[in-house]
C-alpha cells in the first residue's frame, strides 16, 4: 500500500507563491501593500490544503487498518484451515489404525479357530484310534479265551472217551480211540467255532 502525505514545505512554497506577486508589486511601486482579501485567499488556500492532507491521511490510515484487518481474517482463516487439515488427517489416520487393528484380531481370531479345529481333529482322531486297538486287544482276548475253552472242552471230552473203553481196551484198539476222540474233537468245534479252535 502507498500512502501519499503532503510535506509542510508544500504549505510554505504555497504561503510563497500566494505572497511572491505582493512582494514584486510592493516592489514596482514603491508602497503598495498586501490586501485582506489576498491574505483571506491565501489562508483559505492554506487551510484546504491542509484540510485534503488530513483528509488523505485519514483515507491512508482507513485504508492501512482495512487491508491489516483482511490480512489477519485470512490469516485467521488459513490457521483454521491448517487445524481443520491437521485434524482430519489425525482422525483418518484413527480409523485407518482402527480397522487395522480390527483385521489384525479377524485374523488372529480365524487362526485361533483353525488351531482349535485342527486339535479337536487330532484329539477325535485319536480317540477313534484308541478304541480300535482297544476293540481289537479285545477281540483278541476274547477269540485267546475261545480256544482255550475249545481246546479245554476237546481235552475233557478226549478224557472221557478214553476213560470209556478203559485204559486198556484204548491202548489195544488205538483206531476205535482216534475215532471217539475225532468225534470228540468235532463236537468241541462245533460247539466254539472251526475258526475259534485252532489245530
Given at each position: 500500500m502507498?500512502?501519499?502525505f503532503?510535506p509542510?514545505?508544500t ?6 507563491s500566494?505572497?511572491?506577486?505582493v512582494?514584486a508589486?510592493?516592489?514596482e511601486s514603491?508602497?503598495?501593500t ?15 490544503t491542509?484540510?485534503k ?5 485519514r483515507?491512508?490510515?482507513a ?6 484487518a483482511q490480512?489477519?481474517t485470512?490469516?485467521a482463516?488459513?490457521a ?5 487439515q491437521a485434524?482430519e488427517r489425525?482422525h483418518?489416520e484413527?480409523?485407518e ?11 488372529e481370531a ?8 485342527r486339535k479337536?481333529?487330532?484329539a477325535?482322531?485319536e ?6 486297538r ?10 485267546a479265551a475261545r480256544?482255550?475253552?475249545a ?15 478203559g ?6 484198539d ?9 468225534e470228540?474233537l ?5 460247539s466254539?467255532?472251526v475258526?475259534?479252535?485252532?489245530e
Amino acid at each position: 500500500m502507498k500512502l501519499y502525505f503532503v510535506p509542510h514545505i508544500t504549505v510554505l512554497l504555497m504561503a510563497c507563491s500566494v505572497s511572491a506577486p505582493v512582494q514584486a508589486a510592493d516592489t514596482e511601486s514603491g508602497h503598495a501593500t498586501l490586501s485582506g482579501e489576498d491574505l483571506t485567499a491565501a489562508s483559505e488556500r492554506i487551510r484546504q490544503t491542509g484540510a485534503k492532507m488530513r483528509e488523505d491521511l485519514r483515507k491512508a490510515r482507513a485504508h492501512l487498518d482495512a487491508q491489516k484487518a483482511q490480512d489477519e481474517t485470512e490469516k485467521a482463516r488459513l490457521a483454521a484451515e491448517k487445524t481443520r487439515q491437521a485434524a482430519e488427517r489425525q482422525h483418518q489416520e484413527e480409523l485407518e489404525r482402527q480397522q487395522a487393528l480390527k483385521e489384525k484380531q479377524q485374523r488372529e481370531a480365524q487362526l485361533a479357530t483353525q488351531e482349535r479345529m485342527r486339535k479337536e481333529a487330532a484329539a477325535r482322531a485319536e480317540q477313534q484310534a484308541e478304541r480300535q486297538r482297544q476293540d481289537a486287544l479285545t477281540a483278541k482276548q476274547q477269540e485267546a479265551a475261545r480256544e482255550q475253552a475249545a481246546r479245554t472242552r476237546a481235552a475233557e471230552a478226549l478224557k472221557d472217551a478214553r476213560a470209556s473203553v478203559g485204559i486198556r481196551a484204548f491202548g489195544d484198539d488205538r483206531q476205535a480211540a482216534r475215532t471217539r476222540a475225532a468225534e470228540a474233537l468235532k463236537k468241541a468245534r462245533e460247539s466254539t467255532g472251526v475258526r475259534a479252535f485252532g489245530e
